[in-house]
């Protein structure tokens, strides 16, 4: 018997919290920001426009390796995500310039009114996950339980739009099948990249 989700999503919750108190993290996270930007340095990551979040609570921060790829080519843009009202996502443009809002969870989102900021679709999506998992031969994503990057995921996928998603996690958070199964509404990812692994290998 599998432990229930909201069990399951609670404790690795706590672990993160943990975990970034820990003695171990550090060089954790700088080897995961090293593995997103070895990703992003393969010669078929052509991206032109990257969407990720703003990190929340004890989600890396991934700033630095994105702000680098950004600017490392020109026509290149990084885009934050922001909720809609039925419970999906749009994506805008964000430069270091951009001032952000607080939505009703408290993260830090971009505000459409801005000047300078456009509506865009991005062609890979950076995903922080809560725990991951290798199923089925595919990469899955255990979230914060609301759906809103499933839902938009299968909604862009829908209306036709190339892209591809990337969960952000640490090697810890791996998943068993033992503990989560993926549910038919969970959609699959592309890739998963860890502080010491860029999967699939």
């Known amino acids: 018997m599998h432990t229930p989700i909201d069990q399951v999503r609670h404790d690795l919750l706590q672990n993160r919290v943990d975990y970034r108190q820990s003695t171990a993290f550090e060089g954790a996270h700088l080897g995961l920001l090293a593995k997103l930007g070895e990703l992003l340095q393969r010669p078929d990551s052509n991206y032109r426009s990257i969407a990720f979040c703003w990190p929340f609570k004890e989600e890396p921060d991934l700033k630095a390796p994105l ?3 950004q600017q490392s080519a020109p026509q290149r843009s990084l885009l934050l995500p922001k909720v809609r009202s039925d419970k999906r996502l749009d994506f805008y443009t964000w430069s270091e310039s951009c001032a952000l809002i607080t939505n009703a ?9 801005s000047p ?13 996950c809560v725990g991951w998992s290798l199923q089925k031969d595919c990469l899955w994503r255990l979230g914060y339980g609301g759906g809103y990057f499933d839902r938009t995921i299968a909604t862009l996928k829908n209306e036709g739009h190339t892209f591809k998603t990337i969960g952000v996690a640490y ?31």
């Not at 300078?116 to 922080?128: N, S």
């Not at 509404?185 to 860890?194: E, G, K, S």
């Open 171 to 201: 090697d810890w958070q791996r998943l068993s099948a033992d503990r989560w199964v993926p549910q038919d509404h969970d959609q699959a990812l592309d890739y998963v990249v860890t502080n010491s692994m860029i999967y699939p290998k």
């Open 67 to 69: 702000l680098q790829w």
């Open 105 to 113: 969870y408290g993260i830090l989102e971009p505000n459409p009114e």
């Open 116 to 128: 300078g900021i456009e509506l865009a679709q991005p062609d890979c999506i950076l995903i922080p």
